[in-house]
């Protein structure tokens, strides 16, 4: 799959990498060591995640992140 993440708000790309997964929010928070609280105020934009979440998220899934310059 491929997700081009500036079509994107960055809520909506966390929950489609969340969703990706198969998981619910307490598992994937659990998995990343964060509450769901934490996952879902990420996913409706209440909360910002840093590039570092990012990276994590990104490393424990096999997800690739690239910045393409055109």
Do not use: C, H, P
């Not at 409706?44 to 490393?59: C, D, P, W």
Request: glycine residues 8%.
């Amino acid at each position: 799959m491929r997700l081009v993440a500036n079509k994107y708000t960055e809520a909506e790309v966390m929950k489609i990498m969340r969703e990706w997964t198969g998981k619910k929010q307490k598992d994937f928070g659990k998995d990343l060591g964060l509450s769901r609280m934490t996952v879902q105020g990420y996913e409706r934009g209440i909360r910002r995640y840093t590039f570092e979440t990012l990276m994590v998220i990104a490393k424990k899934y096999g997800y690739t992140i690239t910045i393409e310059k055109k």
